[in-house]
């Protein structure tokens, strides 16, 4: 309700101004909370870690799966149509490339994602059959968020990582986009020629702050998992050791899993707000 009233506010006061201003002014709190999500945290300090990327990957790939069906299947709805860039941004194949590099072949049967993220699909598919328009909102805050920051994230997952040539990073490449700045220009251009009613504009100020809350959501739900896990491994370990009536000792030499979610609590302790549209 408290959402409703603001993007109706907004709207009112607003009517001449471009949408996509109207949707940065709407979504202002709601970019700045997710900004301090601990995952995008976790980059903005360089502290990603393996579990943590690998995990985003699969949310990643059942979001835009279906985000990318329902523009595809829409492409020539009167709203969508002028957004409508495949070529230059669909991000499902480079998607399933980093999977398949990081799971291997059969990474389709590895593939796990919070609650969250299927909230988030289904309202995709919702809106896709229901109010195809609202689309807009979604694809404007997905697309031109990676593409924003998808070069400096990039290169902080591939430091903190200590990954190789962009191996397992296709996500953050746009290679039919030659200039971020000059295409964004282009695709603001598009979305704000979209022809829509008060009420129409209204529905997609809405959308635009339920799409940061989802990603909020699925943000906070990755991480929640990486903690259960890691719970459990220490708990495993703990246990192991009582078995053996030994004292918990930290060894000298760490194995590379222990490494990795040890890292994770060190950023996890560390840190406190990033995201980028």
């Known amino acids: 309700m408290e959402t409703e009233k ?13 949408l996509s201003e109207q949707i940065k002014e709407v979504t202002k709190e709601s970019h700045v909370r997710a900004e301090n999500t601990e995952l995008m945290l976790s980059f903005q300090r360089g502290q990603v870690t393996l579990p943590q990327y690998k995990l985003l ?20 709805h009167p709203a969508v149509a002028p957004i409508y860039f495949p070529a230059e941004l669909a991000r499902i194949k480079s998607i399933e490339k980093d999977l398949e590099y990081f799971y291997g072949p059969d990474w389709r049967e590895k593939i796990v994602v919070p609650a969250a993220t299927q909230r988030y699909s289904h309202r995709l598919r919702q ?26 994230l990039g290169r902080i997952a591939q430091k903190s990582m200590g990954l190789k040539s962009g191996e397992g990073l296709s996500f953050f490449a746009f290679p039919g986009v030659s200039s971020p700045n000059l295409f964004k220009q282009l695709y603001r251009s598009r979305m704000n020629s979209v022809e829509l009613t008060a009420e129409e504009r209204n529905g997609v100020l809405e959308e635009a702050v339920r799409a940061f809350e989802f990603n909020i959501q699925v943000f906070d739900g990755l991480q929640k998992m990486l903690s259960v896990a890691g719970n459990r ?13 030994k004292t ?17 609590f060190v950023a996890l302790a560390a840190v406190v707000g990033l995201y980028a549209l």
């Open 6 to 18: 603001r993007t109706q506010k907004s709207a009112e006061q607003t009517v001449t101004r471009d």
């Open 57 to 76: 990957l699969c949310s990643l790939y059942e979001i835009y799966q279906v985000l990318e069906e329902e523009m595809d299947r829409n492409s020539n």
């Open 127 to 152: 809106i896709g059959k229901e109010n195809p328009e609202f689309l807009v909102a979604h694809a404007y805050t997905r697309y031109l968020g990676d593409l924003s920051g998808g070069q400096v």
């Open 233 to 245: 491994q220490r708990q495993s370990s703990t246990d192991s050791n009582a078995v053996h009536g």
């Open 248 to 264: 918990l000792q930290i060894p000298g030499t760490f194995s590379p899993m222990l490494r990795m979610i040890l890292g994770l």
